[in-house]
C-alpha cells in the first residue's frame, strides 16, 4: 500500500476495498483478509479544504517492511471519499502530527 506521510493531520485514513472511487484492489484495506482487524461502532467523517473522507474507525495489526510491526493500530477505514484520492497515486494518508482527539 502506498501512503503520504501528513504533518497538519493527526489520524490515519486507509482507503477501504469497497470505496466508492476506483482504486486498483491489490493497494486497498480488505478487513476481511486480515485476522486481525477490528471494526468498531465508531463512525467518522471529515472535511478537508480539498474534499472529504467517511468511514469506520479500525483497529488492526500494521506492519511497514519487515522491521516495523504497531500492533492494535488505529485508522479510519475510508468507505466514502470526495475529491481527496482522485487520480493520486496513494491509497492511505498517515497522520503525523500530535493527535488531537483519540479515536
Do not use: C
Not at 469497497?18 to 480488505?30: A, E, L, R
Not at 482487524?37 to 469506520?56: N, P, R, V, W
Not at 511497514?64 to 504497531?70: A, F, L, T, V
Request: proline fraction near 2%.
Amino acid at each position: 500500500m502506498r501512503a503520504i506521510f501528513d504533518t497538519g493531520s493527526s489520524n490515519t485514513w486507509i482507503l477501504n476495498k469497497n470505496t466508492n472511487i476506483d482504486v486498483p484492489k491489490k493497494f486497498s484495506y480488505d478487513d476481511k483478509a486480515s485476522s486481525t482487524s477490528k471494526k468498531t461502532e465508531k463512525y467518522t467523517d471529515i472535511m478537508f479544504g480539498a474534499g472529504s473522507l467517511e468511514g469506520h474507525l479500525y483497529t488492526d495489526d500494521l506492519r511497514i517492511g519487515s522491521q516495523i510491526h504497531i500492533n492494535n493500530y488505529k485508522f479510519g477505514n475510508i468507505e466514502k471519499t470526495k475529491y481527496i484520492f482522485d487520480g493520486e497515486n496513494f491509497e492511505a494518508i498517515v497522520g503525523m502530527a500530535y493527535p488531537e482527539f483519540a479515536i
